[in-house]
DNA sequence: CTTTAATGTTAGTTTAAACTTACGTAAGTG
DNA sequence: CACTTACGTAAGTTTAAACTAACATTAAAG
């Protein structure tokens, strides 16, 4: 999951997913969409993309295309909850500590 | 806020988050937590957290208790958000990609 | 006001990973 | 079956960032 995130966190990577957000592209045309990263780069991007599920592929003939599997996004959706969501547990564990450092 | 995925998608740094999730600890104790890594090195990993607002402090004398700052995750959840919601326009795009690839 | 405890900072080294160049492959086309 | 198109892969270089070792800082305690 881990894995994940660090696909997720390289600046090429997430432009990527975020072209690929609401559409589908072959390889070629999304490396079309960036200026100064040539193809073969766009390729080793989207394979580490694929391997990690945030990325599906459609063969047509020579084209691939790609598009983001909504369904890879859980594992990292589900950690982060965990971050989102204020646990009464460690409310309570900071009022504790907060207490006990006043001694 | 690519930033702030890339503070999170260290091991280290994911760990120092994982550890103070439900609990608040001083930077000597969370060192004592990882075997492999200096204080130092802790220091920094901190300083990077806190920059991009993922942690919060709270001075008790010589001591600086570290505690998760939910509020930073929420740029960062409502990005993925975007990708876990299907969107409507998105599987629109799908279909007619689709149909224009067997022409 | 020196001393200690807890932590931060800086410079320099090591390590990982992003990138480029060159080559390989697979599916159509004449 | 040569040729092209679209793409992937591998080797080697470059770049970024994680780490270590040594020094600096800040707040309390004697």
Redesign the interface.
Known sequence: M?QQ??A??D?TR?AI?SLL????LPAGEIAENFENITRPAVSQHIRVLKDQHLLQE?R??T?R?Y??N?KG??D??AF?E???T??L??LK??AE??ER?KK
Do not use: H, M, N
């Open positions: 881990i995130i660090q997720i966190s600046p997430f997913l957000k609401d559409q589908e459609r047509e003939g084209r295309y598009s983001v909504t996004f859980s990292i959706r982060l965990e971050f989102w204020p646990k547990q460690k564990t900071l500590a907060e450092t």
